[in-house]
């Protein structure tokens, strides 16, 4: 065991004992409330009520019929027997998730800010030299391995020439690098497109390879693989890759694989992404807090502790013997990039997770194209960790804490509990809580829990604290997503093993070389999210619900937010797509 994870252990141990003692020295922390609560609810009574309104007797005392007053009585009596303590059990399970969860959460920052305070760099923990000759024999092969710059690209009509060009202008000795774009485009135009560029950059010098193949089995992961088969890729010791609207630096090679000569244990090196369309949009906006506080502070964290983290499956750059001893790419799930590098660590090998290095890419432009993506990635997440737990607690190459911290933390915690407590208590449970006054919700676990999770997202951002009433309102739509996706992935549902690629946007609306896609009309149903939109129709009841008959709690004003927020998601009202369009 290294003193990265003890160390990480030691910061866990004390997040949870923190919020522990907060809880307990302030009273917040009450399980005393008994768990059956509300009236009893009396079987044989009920059983002779329903015969009394058949056959038009009842034991009300009022002439013959069944009134108004026995229904009610009927509703409490159900709600306060039945329905109340259901919900008390899952309001329970919800506020365990939720410590949990926060507990998680403070553990990240706490490294994260223990990192930013102190100035830590992973040269500070891994050996860092220029290659030599780095200035005075630039271009010859004496000093510079055989690297592989891998392009997956599937129609990549707006972005294939940002992405190519960047790499063929990487700085690296020419007949040291190769530059392999795999082309997996169905349109015969995008693809002539690809190809032209590919030989255009031959002509100029650069050892630049294209490959296609005749279907898309395995998706990304399949494309990856092939890549890997051919003799040339065999030959080379590292593979860098970059999705198609990537374009790394020209350094980026000069600084990245200094890693690997110096520690022959590190497999991956992961930069960090930015993005060139962040002011697009209220949206693009919202999605770089979430990007950035899964940068800043989960990544950070796993490499300054356990030198673990997930693959972001673009910007990095793979050795390639760990590809090969983790059995190379798999398409079992959707996240091909999580699971390779959860293999490759169990067996012995490092990550390094440099936020120094920058690497432009474009976030979704559109509500669909994000929510497409974060299906993917929560669904494929849930998946991976049911066909892998079993691996992680048999490996024998990896300590009891980093198995711990995979399976728990990594896994159950953001994959499972983050998305499920998220969407089930504040989407679910609080707005129902109107109509049950039985049903009793400790104010720590729904007021306390979340001003900390504001509070451990705001601390690294607080350049966009102003956007962060929007995050959270979009988080809470957002949630409704990741909870289905995850359920998908860990009962292999439907859906749980599609693939719908990012649409990406470029700038190629300044670039009259290439035109653009005809402009098509939208059916209504691709312009409305029903789903949005019917659990606007349920909060906004419960909101008005909470204000005709307010009880011991007033949510309303909350649940309206809500509400308004599954609306304009529901229409589109968001990005640089609208209803309107």
């Known amino acids: 065991m290294e003193g990265g994870e003890i160390g990480g252990a030691l910061l866990f141990v004390l997040a949870a004992a923190a919020a522990l003692a907060t809880a307990v020295s302030t009273g917040a922390v009450d399980f005393s409330r008994p768990l059956t609560v509300g009236g009893r609810l009396d079987f044989q009574d009920t059983i002779s009520w329903f015969i009394g309104v058949f056959d038009g007797s009842s034991s009300s005392e009022s002439a013959g019929g069944v009134s108004l007053a026995d229904v009610y009585e009927l509703w409490v009596r159900v709600r306060g027997g ?38 830590w760099r992973p040269e500070w923990r891994f050996k860092w030299e220029p290659i030599a000759g780095d200035d005075e024999e630039k271009g010859t092969d004496a000093h510079y391995p055989m690297v592989l710059v891998q392009i997956p690209m599937y129609n990549e009509l707006e972005v294939y020439k940002l992405s190519i060009g960047a790499a063929c202008e990487l700085e690296w000795p020419k007949d040291r690098i190769i530059v392999q774009v795999l082309d997996d485009s169905t349109d015969p135009y995008i693809k002539n497109l690809v190809e032209l560029e590919c030989e255009d950059w031959a002509s100029k010098g650069m050892n630049i390879k294209y490959t296609t193949r005749s279907g898309r089995k395995g998706f990304k992961a399949g494309a990856l693989k092939k890549g890997m088969e ?11 890759i970059f999705d198609a609207d990537f374009q790394p630096e020209q350094d980026f090679l000069l600084r990245t694989v200094p890693f690997f000569m110096h520690n022959p244990k590190v497999a991956l090196v992961q930069a960090r992404w930015t993005f060139v369309n962040v002011t697009a949009s209220l949206l693009t906006r919202v999605q770089k807090m979430f990007f950035d506080y899964h940068f800043k502070v989960e990544q950070e964290a796993g490499s300054a502790t356990f030198s673990f983290f997930s693959f972001n499956g673009t910007a990095g750059v793979w050795r390639a013997a760990a590809i090969k001893e983790a059995g190379g790419w798999k398409d079992r799930t959707t996240v091909e990039d999580m699971d390779l590098a959860v293999r490759a660590t169990l067996k012995g090998w490092k990550f390094i997770y440099v936020g120094d290095i920058r690497v432009k890419s474009e976030l979704p432009s559109t509500y669909k194209a994000y929510c497409r993506q974060q299906f993917r990635w929560s669904c494929g997440g849930a998946h991976l960790f049911r066909q892998v737990a079993k691996d992680i607690l048999v490996a024998k190459g990896v300590s009891v804490v980093k198995k711990l911290h995979m399976l728990y933390s990594f896994f159950l915690v953001r994959r499972v509990v983050a998305p499920t407590v998220t969407c089930i208590l504040y989407n679910i449970i609080l707005p129902i809580s109107v109509m049950i006054p039985e049903l009793f919700i400790p104010v720590w676990g729904i007021a306390y829990i979340p001003m900390v999770l504001l509070v451990v997202t705001a601390i690294r951002h607080p350049k966009n604290i102003h956007i962060l009433p929007f995050w959270i309102l979009f988080e809470n739509v957002m949630t409704m997503h990741r909870l289905r996706a995850a359920l998908a992935g860990l009962f292999e549902l439907s859906e749980f093993n599609e693939w719908v690629v990012t649409k990406k946007v470029g700038n190629n609306f300044e670039d ?38 307010p009880g011991k709690t007033s949510y309303y004003f909350n649940l ?19 209803w309107c369009q």
């Open 560 to 578: 309206y937010l809500q509400g308004l927020a599954f609306v304009f998601l529901g229409l589109n009202f968001t990005g640089t797509c609208t």
């Open 82 to 119: 039945v329905i109340a303590p259901v919900l008390q059990v899952a309001v329970w399970a919800c506020m365990v998730m939720s410590v949990m969860l926060v507990v998680e959460a403070m553990y990240n920052c706490l490294v994260s800010l223990g990192v930013k305070v102190i100035g």
């Open 230 to 240: 051919y003799d040339y890729a065999k030959q080379c010791e590292y593979v860098a």
């Open 512 to 549: 009259t070389d290439v035109p653009l896609l005809q402009k098509t009309r939208k059916r209504i149903r691709d312009r409305v999210n029903f789903r949005e939109i019917l659990f606007a129709a349920f909060l906004f009841f419960c909101a008005s619900y909470n204000l005709v008959f």
